[in-house]
């Protein structure tokens, strides 16, 4: 008995918050987790000073972070030294695992590690300070999965106390929290598994426990070795089952006035709580129950039997003689003393031979509650809340080893002193009595036996434990320190015609699942059936779930082990595709012109931009530093914006390859907020005379409207568009949105070749200059790079990159092909019709929406939908405006007797001709025929009045067919709330609908939502990061909502009661916008205003629809959302050319998180998750999760389609974990071109031949490529391409360097510049072998180059003409390209070396091809620029 109490004591369990422990039951998770060691300088010296003898352990509790509540029982490792080593990193080493099993699979609940040092202070006294604790995330953010983490793993630790996470400041997630301080250099290695293991033992171990492997647990056998861990490998001590008959129990005085006083204590208890009285007869004993279990000190090992007693004078009236006289001589003489009996045998299969095992005996009353206050019976639909139960007395008996039978009298225990089941227990007697009489009036006798047979002499049923032999289970018994008073066990079989089957406790508490109610009810199963399903056996509740089922998955799991050991072990692999560096593709310079370049500029006549006023708009330096004050532009009279992009010039690289192509015509392609996408003219290329060269060398080419015959026109220089913004224009609302497109947005600007159709770069310009500010103009001129962006294969690779199954990476070359000239001006203008509150968001931006304005009918005609009349003047409108079928009924039969022209009997046409008719008779007067007209005027009215007739019968009969459609219309107009949220691209907009029950009754709301991007937030910590964002201060409920796999949550609404409920709506689809008004064609004129696009792309308005059904199917209120769809902010635009109908793979590399804009801000060397969606489903986009300080990859693998399609979509990119708000948005287009795959030697020519297929049309046609130097075509100019016929294009190429790369060709027709054929060349290209080489020093600098010769020998015997190409054609030239040389015969070639401006060194390639183009020999000259 000491050991059973001691371990009781020793072992006593926080339980878990309310709220948690409400959340529906899950299997629980067995843990082993060893705490390594620990690692820095966490005891301070002056720690070491004042103390001795100092030691550290650690000390480990859990942690419920949604209710900041500790729970469980804190476990403590041995005390290790904490002696300091000098020049030695400090070390602790604790090596010591921990154990526990917790169905609470919940990310928030985690595991708190302090570390706690001790020493003995100078009077002796020993003294505790803790250094610093540790958050162990036991579960990863995905439910249901705890972390796979097999290796080692390091817990950072924290400044203080865990007592901080108490703090109302400390929200999750806490390590991200500000006032949490980390420790440097201090951290913990320790190693979290699942140990299933565990589970055959979760009997013997209550739940969230943590016990070590060194701790003896009663029912488990030691380990093999003296100091070895019982729980790594658990082992069962052998069970014996005991045999309990002839079950007393004898409560003083006597049990009439033990039950009389019980009674009346519990309705004093009751009027002092409620402050009314009752009557003695409104509560009665139901019945009395006894729960028997075995219970080893931690915890009772099964679920506690549950029988019910009756009084003994109660079964002596139904019993024979031999048992009246029985129960007479085992109870006492005295008259009124009668017992509580157990008319059957208890059976205990879980006992142990062990001394802290022990046999509990709880004995329980169930009362009758009063249902309300004013004492009147309940019904029979609210039986669930009549029964209440208290335990008034138990008693424990720990059996010697060495008994087999016998006969035990045990005291009956109550009051305040701590029991199994750790709840309160009824008063004990008063302590002035005798100890004889408090025995003898509370006392529980019985006989035990080992034995089946033994001491078994009356005819009772046997009554069977909740299984019948115990089994190890991996299904985990329900804690044990929850009271068993609401727990449905197995009721006593009664054999008695007075006892029910089951006890009327159990018939008042509502059953949790049917299998439950099943085991409940008498059966003719055999005890010892080995087809009891698992639950029953196991006394579980499985909350609907076929228990025999899951037994069988958990056998077949063990069987296909083996298979899935078998299984290849993936190993971790990252693509060798070299990352694309954001931010490359196309970057915004900035830079501020050179007074030399707006000297020429400003001479070049270009068109000023004026005001409204007519004066010069304000200039903005682009360097200059935006104060964006969004007050201001709300407050600014002049609404309208008048956005002007004017296109001057552009610029060539001075160092570009003279040889190089350079476009004749260029145009460019953008997209200006929502207007459409815009494709301007072609615009000429004007070179200036040399006066147009700029200090830095580039020249300057002005951008000319080109005419029909591809002369300039006449006029000024330079393309100008201009776009109106006027509150005209904007949506409510809109006006906010559009300034801050203006002050975040970057314009990507893409500059095309006129003539080949092939993409010269990309250029990108920040906006936020055109912030007017209150001014009435400004304008910006940039100086903008244009970028061109190569993918080329590297030329030498590794042979572990190369190896099979890997890819070659990519290499990604940018190349600043010139500079675009641009102003950018914004005139602001006077709005001619003032849109009222334009500018400010609408009240629908608000985060709450309340149903209780459409808690009330407004009435009124079923015509009008729910419009509100604020006057009692109707004002007539036309039937067709009013209801359309209706007046299609109305005009039918007219329009088919019409004999005018089609759509005459519409309602217009008959409004037309009653004027004409009165206009006739007018006339008819005026010229006097009276008399004529008379009479027709009769016939007129009377057809007139037919006709009217006619119609009101029309009407009549339409309006019975709609008028119940129309009431039940309007009616649901009373619990209608409509709202408008404006969206964009990959936001998530969040807001919380208050659903009140307008019912006095309570409802089980099913919510339903119509559209997949309305969704309902389900998860708290989700919810509470939304609320924290917006700012919302609303309450938030933990498990609100009751899901039900793919159908619709459920919500339990109280009467009257008003709940939140969190909805997100989030798009990642972008649809075709519409388009508003005519055609909108670029003008062009002579004038300053090239062009106007009068056309704007309204974003499409999407709509959602939310229904919340009460309990009968009947909706009580109904959610109707507008869904206003907003531009987004492209960040980055990336544009890649890949053969049609492959997979194009490649990987974009993000810049550092503290450069991106709307990053969280973190503490050093933390960095955020990465999430990444796309806007295209079949588009497969991810990320990994790399390293601390590693850079971030997003890889993308994008199916091509045919030539010469083009795939556009966004990819964005998140640092949350709830995707609430992008830091990135990208715009991917991908063309799909016509590959052809070429190998070849670098300076020798290929030829091959593609095939030209004609139109349906002549057409005049030209063959462009990206890289002249390199590859030829034949037909070299235009050539006419027969209609539906076939043509060959020869094409040769003679690549100047080796490795892989593309070079694209366009077939393009000259007369209507449009693209007839496109192809993607692939080159593999080797490098030749070098036969001799050369080198030579050269000045750099303006020189004049040099003039050098070298010789070679023709090898053959007869003469041979030989032809010389270079890799650096700019660099070298031959002083003849093609000569002859006689057999075995020299000659001399002629180099003549153009001079470089900077210096350094250049190996430059000679080709030597014979009469074929092949290459004979190769020199390579290695060329110093000094």
Not at 726 to 741: A, D
């Amino acid at each position: 008995m000491n050991d059973w109490l001691r371990i009781l004591d020793q072992n006593v369990l926080v339980p878990p918050h309310p709220q948690r422990a409400r959340q529906p039951l899950k299997e629980s998770k067995a843990f082993q987790c060893v705490l390594k060691c620990l690692d820095g300088p966490l005891i301070k010296q002056g720690v070491l000073e004042v103390l001795s003898e100092v030691g550290c352990h650690l000390r480990v509790s859990l942690f419920d972070v949604t209710y900041r509540h500790f729970f469980g029982r804190t476990w403590k490792t041995a005390v290790r030294p904490a002696e300091q080593l000098p020049r030695q990193p400090s070390r602790i080493v604790f090596d010591e695992p921990v154990y526990f099993h917790t169905s609470l699979n919940h990310p928030n609940v985690v595991a708190v590690v302090e570390v706690v040092t001790e020493g003995r202070k100078r009077d002796g006294s020993l003294q505790a300070l803790s250094c610093g604790f540790g958050i162990l995330r036991i579960f990863g953010n995905k439910l249901e999965s705890p972390t796979s983490a097999s290796q080692d793993k390091r817990l950072r630790l924290y400044h203080g106390t865990p007592r901080a996470l108490l703090h109302p400041r400390l929200q999750d997630p806490v390590e991200e929290n500000r006032h949490m301080t980390l420790l440097e250099s201090c951290s913990l290695q320790y190693v979290l598994r699942p140990h299933p293991l565990l589970e055959p033992v979760f009997h013997l171990l209550p739940e969230n426990l943590l016990v070590s492997g060194l701790q003896h647990i009663p029912g488990l056998l030691p380990a093999h070795r003296e100091k070895g861990d019982a729980l790594r490998k658990p082992r069962l001590q052998k069970s014996v089952t005991w045999y309990l008959d002839d079950l007393f129990f004898t409560l003083y005085p006597s049990l009439e006035k033990f039950e009389e006083e019980l009674l009346e204590l519990l309705i004093s208890d009751h009027f002092r709580e409620g402050g009314i009285p009752l009557d003695g007869s409104a509560l009665e004993i139901l019945e009395r129950r006894l729960c028997v279990g075995v219970h080893n000190g931690l915890g009772f090992v099964q679920r506690p039997q549950v029988v019910v007693l009756v009084p003994e004078m109660d079964v002596a009236l139904t019993r024979s003689a031999s048992f009246s006289r029985k129960v007479g001589s085992s109870s006492k003489a005295s008259s009124g003393n009668q017992a509580l009996v157990l008319r059957s045998r208890l059976r205990l299969p879980e006992m142990a031979r062990h001394p802290a095992f022990a046999i509990v005996f709880q004995l329980e009353y169930v009362f009758n509650s009063p249902s309300g206050v004013d004492g009147k019976a309940a019904s029979v639909t609210s039986l669930s809340s009549m029964a209440c139960m208290h335990m008034v007395r138990w008693a424990v008996w720990n059996p010697l080893l060495e008994t087999g039978s016998g006969k035990v009298i045990l005291p009956l225990q109550g009051g305040i002193r701590p029991n199994p089941s750790h709840c309160l227990v009824y008063k004990l007697p008063p302590a002035s009595m005798s100890s004889e009489e408090q025995v003898e009036s509370g006392t529980v006798q019985f006989q035990y036996s080992l034995s089946p047979e033994g001491h078994l002499d009356t005819a009772t049923g046997l009554i069977h434990s909740p299984e019948a032999e115990r089994q190890p289970s991996r299904r985990p018994p329900t804690c044990p320190a929850s009271p068993p008073a609401p727990q449905q066990g197995l009721a006593a079989l009664q054999d008695s015609p007075v006892g029910p089957g089951l006890s009327l406790s159990q018939l008042a508490a509502p059953p949790r699942s049917p299998i439950q109610c099943c085991s409940a009810t008498p059966s003719s199963r055999q005890p010892d059936s080995s087809e009891r399903p698992l639950a029953q056996e196991q006394g579980l509740p499985l909350e609907g779930r076929i228990s025999h089922l899951e037994a069988q998955l958990n056998q077949a799991s063990l069987v296909l082990g083996a298979s899935v050991a078998d299984q290849l072990r993936e190993l971790p692999f990252t693509p060798v595709h070299v990352p694309i560096v954001m931010g490359a593709q196309a970057r915004s310079s900035g830079s501020k012109l050179s007074r030399a370049s707006m000297v020429l500029l400003q001479a070049s006549g270009f068109p000023e931009i004026l005001d409204a006023n007519k004066q010069p708009a304000e200039a903005v330096n682009p360097t200059d530093p935006i104060k964006f004050n969004p007050q201001k532009e709300e407050s600014d009279c002049l609404q309208s914006n008048e956005i002007v992009l004017q296109f001057l010039a552009f610029s060539r690289v001075s160092q570009d390859c003279q040889g190089a192509p350079w476009p004749k015509t260029v145009y460019f392609t953008f997209q200006f907020y929502r207007f459409p996408p815009v494709t301007t003219p072609r615009l000429q290329l004007v070179g200036l005379d040399e006066t147009g060269r700029t200090c830095s060398g580039s020249l300057l080419h002005l951008l000319v409207l080109t005419g029909k015959d591809d002369s300039s026109e006449a006029g000024p220089p330079g393309f100008q568009l201009k776009y109106l913004v006027e509150p005209g224009f904007l949506k409510p609302g809109e006006q906010r949105w559009f300034t801050h497109y203006l002050a975040a947005q970057t314009l990507q600007i893409d500059v095309w070749d006129g003539d080949s159709l092939l993409l010269v770069g990309s250029a990108a310009v920040q906006m936020k200059q055109l912030l007017r500010q209150g001014r009435p103009a400004v304008q910006v001129l940039h100086e903008l790079e244009v970028v061109a962006t190569e993918y080329e294969q590297d030329v030498v690779v590794s042979a572990d990159v190369t190896r099979f199954g890997c890819v070659k990476p990519i290499g990604v070359y940018t190349v600043v092909k010139g500079w675009l000239h641009l102003t950018l001006a914004n005139v602001g203008h006077v709005c001619e019709q003032r849109v009222r509150n334009s500018s400010s968001l609408p009240p629908s931006r608000s985060r709450v929406i309340s149903n209780d304005g459409a808690s009330h009918f407004e009435g009124g005609s079923l015509l009008t939908r729910g419009g509100l009349r604020l006057k009692n003047v109707v004002q007539a409108q036309k039937l067709a405006d009013v209801d359309r079928e209706l007046a299609a009924m109305l005009f039918t039969h007219t329009q088919h007797r019409s004999k005018g022209p089609q759509g005459a009997g519409h309602e217009g046409d008959a409004v037309r001709r009653r004027k004409l008719e009165r206009m006739r008779s007018v006339r008819l007067q005026e010229s006097g025929g009276e008399l004529s007209y008379r009479g027709a005027s009769m016939l007129a009215q009377q057809s007139i009045r037919a006709q009217h007739a006619r119609d009101l019968q029309v009407i009549a009969a339409y309006r019975e067919r709609t008028k119940v459609e129309s009431i039940t219309s309007a009616l649901s107009l009373a619990i209608t709330t409509k709202h408008t949220i404006h969206v964009t691209l990959g936001t998530a907009e969040f807001f919380e609908f208050a659903l009140r029950n307008p019912h006095n009754v309570q409802h089980t709301v099913t919510i339903e939502v119509d559209n997949p991007e309305l969704s309902i937030i389900q998860d708290s910590r989700e919810w509470r990061y939304f609320k924290d964002t917006a700012k919302l201060h609303t309450p938030v409920e933990e498990d609100m909502f009751h899901l039900r796999g793919s159908l619709a949550p459920q919500i339990f609404l109280r009467p009257r009661e008003t709940a939140h409920i969190p909805f997100r709506y989030q798009t990642f689809s972008v649809g075709q916008p519409a388009l508003v008004q005519a055609s909108a064609e670029l003008r062009s004129e002579k004038g300053t205003d090239a062009g106007w696009p009068q056309k704007s792309s309204a974003m499409p308005t999407k709509h959602a629809k939310v229904v919340f059904r009460g309990s009968g199917g009947k909706p009580i209120a109904v959610l109707c959302l507008t869904v206003e769809t907003q531009p987004h902010v492209v960040d980055q635009v990336f544009r890649f050319y890949h053969p049609e109908l492959t997979f194009l793979k490649k990987a974009i590399r993000l810049p550092p998180w503290h450069t991106l804009r709307g990053a969280p801000v973190g503490s050093p060397g933390e960095e955020p998750p990465v999430h990444v969606r796309c806007s295209d489903p079949n588009v497969i986009c991810e990320t990994q999760n790399v390293g601390l300080g590693e850079p971030r990859d997003v890889f993308l693998k994008v199916a091509s389609g045919p030539s010469p399609e083009s795939k556009d979509f966004f990819v964005t990119v998140y640092a949350d974990n709830w995707l609430a708000t992008p830091v990135q948005i990208w715009q991917v287009h991908l063309h799909s071109l016509q590959r052809v795959d070429v190998s070849c030697v670098t300076g020798q020519q290929t030829r091959l031949s593609l095939v030209l297929r004609g139109t349906q049309s002549v057409r005049r046609v030209q063959a462009f490529t990206s890289h002249p130097q390199e590859l030829k075509t034949d037909p070299k100019g235009v050539f006419v391409l027969p209609p539906r016929g076939v043509q060959d294009l020869h094409v040769a190429v003679r690549p100047h360097r080796a490795g892989s790369r593309f070079i694209h060709l366009n077939l393009v027709d000259v007369d209507y510049h449009q693209l007839v054929a496109s192809w993607l060349v692939c080159l593999s290209c080797r490098p030749p072998l070098i036969s001799k080489a050369f080198e030579i020093t050269l000045a750099a600098g303006e020189g004049k180059g040099a003039n050098k010769r070298i010789t070679y020998t023709n090898p053959y015997p007869s003469q041979r003409t030989y032809h010389l190409h270079s890799d650096h054609p700019d660099l070298l030239q031959f002083r003849e390209d093609c000569f002859q040389v006689g057999g075995g015969e020299t000659y001399t070639i002629g180099l003549r070396f153009a001079p470089r401006q900077s210096a350094g060194e250049e190996e430059i390639l000679i080709y030597i091809n014979d009469h074929e183009d092949k290459n004979e020999e190769a020199f390579c000259v290695k060329v110093t620029y000094q």
